[in-house]
């Protein structure tokens, strides 16, 4: 009998043994695992859903890097693919079209009163300077620039996979190094001109008489009329908001996250692409637009018949600075300067 009883208080603390064991297993691995690996509910998906980015594990410092993908990256690779090519195409070959056709229509303006040969200096060597290499600049950033949004689906099918992928380095190359310059160029702009481009009451008069472009009047000026004021701050606000978010995107992550470089690419593109099409009618007027308009820039003066009927008001101040009288003068006259 005693025996028995030792067996029973054996299999009782066998049992109990195992059910403390048994207890201390945590449920959810009682529990078949939830996370199936083929199953749709960890597909991409519910893990943006749920996570609202999907990232991995990086060894360097800035954990950033580590996001592989997130929502708002659908959202800017359509912008980047689709609706960036719409708003480019429609805004440079848009004003490409209105170009000609004015043309067509216009013509270049001449100077009504024919040159006078005698000639005042409207720029100086420093001016010129700054502004060629401002625009020498612009255009291989607006070219290379370009490249990067129509250059797959416009140039690669005509040059070939080799040829596209040499270009495009060389052209990312000089996009980033060229950004350089024309910053500076930018805020050389900026300070040369600035006196000289604050609008005022001529100007609101100058627009509503067309500024001698649409029509044959010629409206008074100061050095600068109100379309080149309008090209001035187009430079100056726009160069510089293609400055400071190239520059963004050219040295990642220091001051945002993934969303801002985004923000970042979106702002740069608009600006660049819109800055494209305002400076084709800028380089309109200044050469086949407007006849003696691109002598002030090429080599610093302008006729004197020119700037009675562009820029009067600038001319009378020059006069009374030089002391010459332009009221009356003959072709064979000397020059101003």
């Keep these: 009998m005693a025996s028995f009883a030792r067996y029973l208080r054996f299999v009782a603390g066998v049992a109990i043994f195992f059910l403390m064991i048994a207890s201390s297993v945590p449920a959810a691995a009682q529990q078949p695992s939830r996370v199936d690996p083929t199953a749709s509910a960890v597909h991409e998906q519910q893990l943006l859903k749920e996570l609202d980015r999907i990232q991995g594990r990086v060894s360097i ?11 708002a990256g659908r959202d800017w690779r359509y ?3 689709v609706t960036l090519r719409w708003i480019g195409g429609i805004a440079i070959l848009g004003m490409l079209a209105v170009l000609v056709i004015f043309y067509l229509m216009r013509g270049m303006v001449r100077i009504e009163g024919g040159r006078s040969g005698r000639t005042i200096v409207r720029f100086s060597g420093f001016e010129r300077f700054v502004h060629w290499m401002t625009a020498t600049c612009f255009i291989i950033l607006a070219i290379s620039g370009l490249n990067i949004t129509f250059g797959r689906p416009l140039l690669l099918p005509v040059i070939g996979h080799e040829a596209f992928s040499a270009w495009s380095q060389w052209a990312k190359y000089a996009h980033n190094y060229l950004s350089f310059p024309f910053t500076i160029g930018v805020i050389l702009i900026f300070l040369m001109w600035i006196g000289g481009n604050i609008p005022n009451k001529v100007d609101a008069e100058w627009l509503k008489e067309g ?7 010629h409206p008074p000026a100061y050095r600068f009329n109100a379309g080149q004021k309008a090209i001035y701050w187009i430079v100056v606000l726009g160069g510089g908001a293609v400055a400071v978010t190239g520059y963004q995107l050219m040295f990642p992550f220091y001051v945002t996250g993934i969303e ?4 970042a690419q979106i702002v740069h593109a608009v600006v660049g692409v819109l800055f494209v099409a305002v400076m084709l009618a800028h380089i309109y007027i200044g050469t086949i637009g407007m006849e003696g308009a691109f002598e002030a820039m090429g080599e610093g003066t302008v006729d004197l018949n020119w700037a009675k009927e562009h820029h009067s008001l600038w001319l009378e101040e020059e006069s009374a600075r030089r002391g010459v009288n332009t009221a009356h003068h003959h072709p064979s006259s000397t020059p101003a300067e």
């Design 61 to 71: 410092p800035d954990r950033r890097s580590g996001v592989l993908e997130q929502p």
């Design 79 to 81: 912008f980047h693919s």
């Design 211 to 217: 500024g001698g472009i649409v029509g044959h009047s």
């Design 260 to 263: 801002g470089m985004q923000l």
